[in-house]
């Protein structure tokens, strides 16, 4: 069983920053990709930023472009989100998740889920 287990999510000023963590446990599975979406009340889940394993190629939402940066520490299983210059509309469930299966565009093929984390960005 695979467990991706969110944390770093809570309550920022727009302007502020937060850094999101997600570690991965269980048993040893491959995982080609891994990512970040996000999903707002009364929206559709939508794809932050994915990352290959190796950390060599990573993909942004245009909307996150020069604010958010994802990085990988693989000695800790563990994939962050780096969130600068927030707004209220960056307000969100972020969600991590793992593709055992790469896909070019890094935002598919997603198979590992984690529960969630709430940011929410006061105007």
């Known amino acids: 069983q695979v467990q991706l287990v969110e944390s770093g999510g809570g309550l920022v000023q727009a302007g502020g920053s937060l850094r999101l963590s997600c570690a991965a446990s269980g048993r040893t599975f491959r995982r080609s990709i891994m990512g970040w979406f996000r999903q707002a009340p009364g929206k559709e889940r939508e794809f932050v930023a994915g990352?290959?394993?190796?950390?060599?190629?990573?993909r942004y939402v245009n909307s996150v472009k020069g604010r958010f940066a994802i990085f990988m520490n693989n000695a800790k299983n563990t994939v962050y989100l780096q969130m600068n210059s927030l707004k209220p509309e960056d307000t969100a469930v972020y969600l991590c998740?793992?593709?055992?299966?790469?896909?070019?565009?890094?935002?598919?093929?997603?198979?590992?889920w984690g529960q969630g984390t709430q940011v929410t960005v006061s105007a």
């Open positions: 990352i290959t394993s190796s950390g060599d190629r990573t």
């Open positions: 998740a793992a593709a055992t299966y790469y896909s070019d565009d890094l935002s598919t093929n997603y198979d590992y």
